[in-house]
């Protein structure tokens, strides 16, 4: 009798075994599925950022401009702030729905860029 004891115990063992190994199979696959899902949300997100980043870029738009298209009052408020500017180039930038006028030039032999609203009102400088 101790034989076929023995004998349904390993029957147990492989039956357990087997029931094991299909758990496995059933976890492995849904961490499959997870890795599968991060790499494709990963990837929408990056899509997303690229989206904006061009639209960002788009809306962003500057084009060079003569001097005689600025507006008068923008050009007073510069000649004023920067009197005896050389090598004055002009853009135009939009910015929230409004037009930003950026001058590039020379003031005092240091390069600087400064911005001006359409109504002359002083807005930023870089050099």
């Known amino acids: ?9 390993s029957c147990e063992v492989t039956d357990a075994g087997e029931e094991i190994n299909e758990q496995w199979q059933s976890w492995s696959f849904i961490i499959f599925e997870y890795s599968s899902f991060k790499t494709f949300s990963m990837k929408k997100n990056i899509l997303c950022l690229l989206i904006v980043v061009i639209g960002f870029i788009t809306g ?3 084009s060079t401009i003569d001097a005689n298209a600025v507006p008068a009052a923008a050009m007073q408020s510069f000649n004023t702030k ?7 180039k ?3 930038e939009k910015k929230s729905d409004k037009t930003i006028y950026e001058a590039a030039f020379k003031f ?7 911005e001006f609203a359409e109504d002359g ?6 050099d």
């Open 1 to 9: 009798g101790e034989r076929g004891v023995g004998h349904s115990k």
């Open 90 to 92: 002009w853009k135009t």
């Open 108 to 114: 005092n032999g240091t390069a600087v860029e400064a």
């Open 60 to 62: 962003c738009t500057n």
């Open 121 to 126: 009102t002083f807005i930023t400088e870089e």
């Open 82 to 88: 920067y009197p005896g500017a050389t090598d004055v």
